[in-house]
């Protein structure tokens, strides 16, 4: 229910299928952004020492174990940072950690660099299509 709608799962030996619901009415339970390139250049972002670390692992991990280039991943980073802006989890930590532990995730089922970049901007995806559902 965190994103407004919820997630299944079903694995098979062959498979893993997964599916997002997504509510009707989401701009009820949802909070919508503006991914305006001039929106994003004039707000400021939320990171600290530990999460700059944290980005630097990921970049690290995903050129080691996968084909995904530093050139797709630093602009990828650059832009949900920007995207969440100063929003903060409930543990304190910018917001942009969620889709980089997503991305950590799913490194764990698939080596795919497109599966991955997906995950990584997976939360602002949801949004727009949201958007152009209503």
């Known amino acids: 229910m965190a994103h407004g709608g919820y997630v299944a799962i079903k694995e098979t030996s062959k498979t893993i299928t997964a599916l997002y619901v997504l509510p009707v009415e989401g701009e009820k339970v949802m909070r919508f952004k503006n991914y305006d390139p001039a929106y994003l250049a004039a707000n400021k972002q939320a990171e600290t020492a530990a999460t700059i670390i944290q980005e630097n692992e990921l970049i690290d991990l995903l050129t080691t174990i996968t084909r995904l280039a530093k ?64």
């Open 71 to 134: 050139e797709k991943i630093i602009p990828s980073i650059a832009f949900i940072k920007s995207a969440h802006g100063l929003t903060m989890r409930q543990s304190g930590e910018p917001y942009y950690t969620h889709p980089m532990a997503v991305a950590k995730l799913l490194l764990t089922v698939t080596k795919d660099p497109v599966s991955l970049l997906a995950g990584l901007l997976q939360m602002l995806w949801k949004t727009r299509l949201l958007r152009s559902i209503k």
